[in-house]
């Protein structure tokens, strides 16, 4: 007989051995600066790309909507739970997104893992990225139409699997990454819909760490994204046609199911989405310090704020993560599952408050750390 805490304790052993268990360490943030334990760091592992969760105008629109409409929405939104800040809210994510409207889930996690089984199921094909976010898998698994992947960003092999594929299922749906969390490469958005289209499939699109950094020019019938990174906020949305997104309202479950997000959250996802559009050089400002940083290490050049340096050995990346940590330096060790098996890496996320002094600082401690990536 094994006890539920033998059958944890193993498992957690089994991680250990291979580097791979988690733990959770507090953390005080201010702005790009970190405080965990005793200490303070400069964090390049934040996902709010513009410091807009602290920016003021951002916690008075929250604060606002807190004193007015209280911590909580009490209900899902089908019932009393939508609130007025949705609205709004949702109104100019679709204009951001060239369509005709917009939901908002409570996490992009939710979102996705809502989408694919409202659109897909049993019979049908659903084809991503090897590489897109979990939650996309997630969402995929629940559907119970059939996966197949394709690999990283390599339209020919999607056009292969869509051959052999497409004919013996009826719906399709490819999905990728827009910027791909762990890569910060970008997916070839006009080539996939192109042959979405010519597959008689649909594209769904994961904007998460786009939003700001390119625009939604391709064709994408579906765009996914979180209030909870550049927006510095809580929360998720798909924007799509009308139709779509008052079909999904009535039939995804994690959009149904569960209670509206708090006002306040809204409110501030809606004043940062007015901030990013009204100040562009904050983009600007994030991505040039990710390029600059790749170029001073001679990595490829990254299409976002994310730059990974990828080690493979998941001790090395741990060990790049600890020395860099000894200099005041915070950077987000990845190892498997979050990639593939053999690409342990240092993900390291620029944001437009990382001063010049402080990427140097990253730069040269990168350079003399001697652990060939
Ligand atoms: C973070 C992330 C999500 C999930 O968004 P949350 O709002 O944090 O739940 C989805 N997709 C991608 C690509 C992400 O990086």
Redesign the pocket.
């Known amino acids: 007989m094994t006890t539920l805490d033998q059958f944890a304790r193993n498992r957690l052993t089994e991680a250990e051995s291979r580097h791979q268990r988690r733990m959770l360490v507090e953390s005080a943030r201010e702005g790009v600066e970190v405080m965990q334990g005793e200490d303070w760091y400069t964090s390049f592992a934040c ?1 709010d790309y513009f410091g807009l969760s602290q920016h003021p105008g951002v916690i008075g629109a929250a604060t606002s909507a807190l004193d007015t409409y209280g911590a909580g929405a009490g209900a899902s939104r089908l019932i009393t739970g939508n609130h007025p800040f949705y609205a709004p809210l949702e109104h100019a994510l679709a204009a951001h997104c060239r369509k005709e409207a917009a939901l908002v889930f409570g ?6 893992l809502g989408i694919l089984p409202a659109l897909v199921g049993e019979g049908d094909l659903i084809l991503t990225d090897k590489l ?2 979990a ?2 898998l997630d969402g995929a698994a629940l559907s119970g139409a059939t996966l197949k992947r394709f690999r990283h960003n390599d339209v020919a092999h999607a056009q292969a699997l869509l051959n052999e594929h497409r004919a013996s299922h009826n719906r399709a749906v490819i999905v990728t ?1 827009h ?3 762990m890569d910060g490469d970008r997916a070839p958005l006009a080539e996939l819909a192109a042959l979405a289209n010519s597959h008689d499939a649909w594209l769904m699109a ?1 904007d ?2 786009g939003l700001g950094f390119h625009d939604h020019e391709a064709p994408v019938d579906i765009w ?6 550049a927006l510095g906020s ?3 949305y798909v924007a799509a046609s009308r139709t779509v997104i008052d079909y999904l309202l009535t039939s995804a479950r994690s959009f149904m199911f569960t209670t509206g997000l708090p006002p306040a959250n809204c409110a501030a996802a809606l004043k940062a989405l007015d901030i990013v559009k009204a100040e562009p050089e904050r983009t600007a400002r994030a991505q040039n310090l990710a390029v600059k940083t790749a170029k001073a290490l001679g990595l490829p050049l990254p299409q976002s704020a994310i730059l990974p340096i990828i080690y493979g050995d998941e001790e090395k990346a741990l060990a790049a993560g600890e020395a860099l940590k000894a200099r005041g330096i915070l950077a987000m060790a990845v190892r498997p599952p979050t990639v593939p098996a053999g690409t342990a890496r240092l993900r390291l996320a620029f944001c437009s408050q990382h001063s010049d002094e402080q990427v140097e600082q990253l730069i040269s401690a990168l350079q003399s750390l001697k652990v060939a990536a």
């Open positions: 996902n996490s992009g996690y939710l979102t996705n897109v976010h939650c996309i990454d910027i791909f969390s994961d998460a760490h996914m994204g979180t209030l909870s990174k809580y929360g998720g």
